[in-house]
């Protein structure tokens, strides 16, 4: 009994719409009406469904582990109930398989060979081996499972040698070595019991995608405006005009201008416009009780709101906000006014403020006059039912 002939009909009904999924969208790649499947795929997603441990990227004989069993899984065309498959590469031994020629030849090969796979039962447990393999034909896949063996040295024959390969089989299967890239071949035939999966490849698989992107894109998407996030703007809007924005000279992100007592450089805000408290009431933590704030770079902050009002977004230290947004960001020195002129070269004007909990908030920048869009979300949003 294989592997697969061992697991329920939920698990490979599951494993069959995966392939039969992936397989349709071959016109990604190719005009071709036979499946196209990266082996990759195939590999994960057989660990995926089945549970196995994925070896795939630990470069030993086998890519997936099940309990005791180990299993190699190849994908490739199969338009002849057979095929020749590589199994195994002995690069770093290439000059010295250069040197050998008849039974020695035979001799290494099988021993490279063999001591990979048993190094793989020693280190993983190993105990039974399989290959699983998915076939592809023209609108078809053919998942069937044969033996993982090791060479039998002591039934070796049928030896055949030219400038650029060498032929041979034991009593289970038969091999070929190409010298060129040192990889070992071995054919692979279909058994008689295997599991058909029929194809439909579509044809436009581009508008697929795109219609399911954008479904995915509005599922995962879809924020509510106030609630879940506000847009704050980083000029001044008492200083602004219609048509022109300005930066405060001596408030906000240029607080450390302000006159009056001696102020720190780094001493600064984001303005809260008096519009998002009154919109969004619940949006922020009351005055002064700080809160977590990460930036775009993964790292976090500490952040309040402070001064009357709650008119100011800072960070405890104050310079944090400084030096990551003037300094790191914008790249203003010590002593340089932020004007927004500044801001409109850069294409932002704005940062979004997203809500994870009332502890924890994330910050990114938006382009120019995404406040002024935010605005205007947030009156229809309010606007009474009628």
């Known amino acids: 009994m294989t592997f697969i002939d061992k697991q329920n009909k939920v698990k490979i009904e599951l494993y069959t719409d995966y392939l039969k999924s992936i397989g349709s969208l071959s016109k990604l790649f190719s005009d071709s009406d036979t499946p196209l499947l990266h082996y990759r795929v195939v590999e994960n997603i057989f660990c995926k469904v089945f549970e196995a441990e994925n070896l795939a990227r630990e470069d030993v004989a086998y890519d997936a582990k099940k309990d005791s069993l180990g299993i190699g899984i190849k994908t490739f065309t199969f338009e002849s109930n057979t095929k020749s498959e590589k199994v195994a590469e002995f690069n770093r031994f290439a000059p010295t398989l250069r040197k050998l020629k008849g039974v020695e030849l035979l001799l290494k090969i099988a021993e490279l060979r063999n001591e990979r796979i048993e190094f793989a039962n020693r280190n993983y447990n190993i105990q039974d081996s399989i290959y699983h393999c998915v076939g592809r034909r023209e609108g078809q896949l053919r998942v069937f499972e044969v033996g993982y063996d090791v060479i039998n040295i002591d039934k070796l024959a049928n030896l055949k040698t030219n400038d650029t390969s060498v032929t041979f089989n034991d009593d289970r299967h038969e091999y070929s ?47 509510q405006i106030g609630v879940d996030y506000v847009i704050l703007p980083l000029y001044s809007l008492r200083e602004s005009s219609p048509n022109q924005k300005k930066v405060a000279e001596k408030s906000g992100l240029n607080q450390w201008n302000a006159g009056g007592r001696k102020r720190d450089i780094g001493e600064v ?12 009431p619940n949006f922020f933590p009351v005055r002064d009780q700080t809160f977590d704030l990460q930036i775009p770079t993964g790292e ?50 704005s940062v ?35």
């Open 177 to 223: 070595f190409l010298f060129s890239k040192s990889t070992l071949f071995r054919k692979f035939y279909q058994p008689n019991k295997y599991l058909e999966i029929n194809v439909d490849v579509i044809d436009e698989p581009f508008d697929v995608l795109l219609r399911i992107t954008q479904k995915l894109n509005i599922a995962q998407t879809i924020e």
């Open 269 to 280: 805000y984001i303005p809260i416009p008096k519009s998002i408290h009154d919109n969004c």
């Open 352 to 386: 979004k403020v997203k809500k994870i909990n009332i502890k924890q908030y994330q910050i990114s920048f938006m382009p120019i006059d995404s406040f002024e869009s935010f605005v205007q979300k947030i009156k229809i949003t309010n606007q009474p039912s009628k």
């Open 300 to 349: 976090t902050l500490s952040a309040k709101l402070c001064q009357d009002n709650n008119k100011a977004l800072m960070t405890n230290p104050n310079n944090a906000l400084s030096d990551w947004l003037l300094r790191k960001i914008l790249k203003l020195q010590e002593g340089e006014l932020l004007t927004y002129t500044r801001l409109e070269l850069l294409g932002i004007d």
